[in-house]
C-alpha cells in the first residue's frame, strides 16, 4: 500500500504583518516585501524551487523576523529532497514564532521523510496543543504511527482528520490502507468509495481500492480499478504491475507480461515487475526468459528472496542442477531468520541435498 503525506503548505501575504512593517530595512517599500515573498511562492508552486529560494533569501534579508518566510523557504528545500536545510529554516521559524503551529506540522513531515517519525510524531503532537483542528496535523501524525506499525493509532489520527474535515479524501484513502493491512477489507474499501466520491480523479484511491479487491479475490473488480488508475495517470507502474498480477492470477499471461513489460518500460528499476513476469513466462514454459527475468530483479534487489527460489526451481527443469543448487543457496541466505519462511526453507534444504548428488 502507498502512504500519501499531505503537500507542504505555503503561506501567501496578502497584506504585511505588523513584525514586517516594523523590521524592514530603511527604503523598502513594504508593498515590495510582500511582492518578493509572495513571488518566491509563486515560483515555488510552479515547481522552480531555486528561484523560490532566491526570492525568500531575499524576503529574509529585508526582514530577519519574517517566520512565515523561513517556513516557506524550509519548504521549498524539503520539496528539493534537503531535509537537514529544511529542518534549519523551520527551527528558526519556530524560535521567532512558538505558536507556529505550521512551521511544527512541516517539520514533522521532514523528520518523518528521513525516518524519524518519533521526532515527527513530537512536532505533531506540539501543532495539535496548538491547534487542537488542525486536520493536516492529525494526518501527518496517523502517517507517522502507520510507518511505526501502529495501524490503531494511524486510524483513530485519520478519523480525527476525518471528523475535522470531511472532504479530506487522503485521510480516507490512508485509513483505508491501514484497514487493509489489518485484513479489513471491507472497511478499506468503504474508505476508498469515499476518497473516490470526493475525488473521482484521485488515481491513487483507485489503485489501493483494486489491492484491496485483489486481495479478497475479486480480480475483476481489481482489474477495473487498475485501468481507471493508469487512465488517470498512466505513468504509473505499479499500476501496471498490479493488474499484472490480477491478470496472472485469472491465468491470462499474454496480457500479465504485457502490463509487466510496461511497469518496466516506466521504471527499469522496479525490481517487482521483473520477478511477475519472470514467473508468467515460467508458467508458460519459457524457462530462458523467466530466469533473465529472475536474473534482473536480482540485479536490482540482491536480497530478493523469491527471484532465487524460483531461479532455482526453473534451473531444475532445464537440468542446470550446479546452477540450480546455487540458487537455493542464495535464497537460503537471504532468508536467514525470516518468520513464516519455514517451508521454502526446508524445500530449498531437501532440493539441495538431492541436487548436490547429481
Do not use: W
Not at 528521513?114 to 494526518?139: H, L, Q, S
Not at 484513502?173 to 493491512?181: E, F, H, L, Q, V
Amino acid at each position: 500500500m502507498i502512504i500519501v503525506f499531505m503537500s507542504l503548505c505555503f503561506i501567501t501575504v496578502v497584506c504585511l504583518l505588523g513584525v514586517c512593517l516594523s523590521s524592514c530595512a530603511k527604503g523598502i517599500n513594504s508593498s515590495d516585501v510582500v511582492e518578493i515573498f509572495n513571488r518566491g511562492n509563486a515560483y515555488a508552486d510552479m515547481g522552480d524551487y531555486e528561484r523560490a529560494i532566491a526570492d525568500l533569501n531575499r524576503a529574509i534579508e529585508i526582514n530577519p523576523k519574517d517566520a512565515e518566510a523561513y517556513t516557506n523557504r524550509g519548504n521549498a528545500y524539503a520539496l528539493m529532497g534537503d531535509n537537514e536545510r529544511a529542518i534549519a529554516d523551520y527551527n528558526r521559524a519556530i524560535e521567532i514564532n512558538p505558536k507556529d503551529a505550521l512551521a511544527y506540522t512541516n517539520r514533522g513531515t521532514a523528520y518523518s521523510d528521513m525516518g524519524d517519525n518519533e521526532r515527527a510524531i513530537a512536532d505533531y503532537n506540539r501543532a495539535i496543543e496548538i491547534n487542537p483542528k488542525y486536520a493536516e496535523a492529525y494526518y501527518n501524525r496517523g502517517n507517522a504511527y502507520y510507518h511505526l506499525g501502529d495501524k490503531e493509532r494511524a486510524i483513530a489520527d485519520y478519523t480525527r482528520a476525518i471528523e475535522i474535515n470531511p472532504k479530506l479524501a487522503e485521510a480516507y484513502t490512508n485509513r483505508g490502507n491501514a484497514y487493509s493491512d489489518m485484513g479489513d477489507y471491507e472497511r478499506a474499501i468503504a474508505d476508498f468509495n469515499r476518497a473516490i466520491e470526493i475525488n473521482p480523479e484521485y488515481a491513487l484511491a483507485y489503485f489501493n481500492r483494486g489491492n484491496a479487491y485483489s486481495a479478497m479475490g475479486d480480480n475483476e473488480r481489481a482489474i477495473a480499478d487498475f485501468t481507471r488508475a493508469i487512465e488517470i495517470n498512466p505513468k504509473d507502474a505499479d499500476a501496471y504491475n498490479n493488474r499484472g498480477n490480477a491478470y496472472s492470477d485469472m491465468g491470462e499471461n499474454e496480457r500479465a507480461i504485457a502490463d509487466y513489460t510496461c511497469a518496466i518500460e516506466i521504471n527499469p528499476k522496479l525490481a517487482e515487475a521483473y520477478y511477475n513476469r519472470g514467473t508468467a513466462y515460467s508458467d508458460m514454459g519459457d524457462n530462458e526468459r523467466a530466469i533473465a527475468d529472475y536474473t534482473r530483479a536480482i540485479e536490482i534487489n540482491p536480497k530478493d528472496a523469491g527471484a532465487y527460489f524460483n531461479k532455482g526451481f526453473v534451473y531444475e527443469e532445464l537440468g542446470r542442477f550446479q546452477e540450480a543448487v546455487e540458487a537455493y543457496k542464495n535464497f537460503l541466505s537471504c532468508v536467514s531468520g525470516t518468520p513464516g519462511m519455514g517451508n521454502f526453507i526446508e524445500r530449498a534444504r531437501q532440493r539441495i541435498k538431492e541436487l548436490e548428488g547429481k
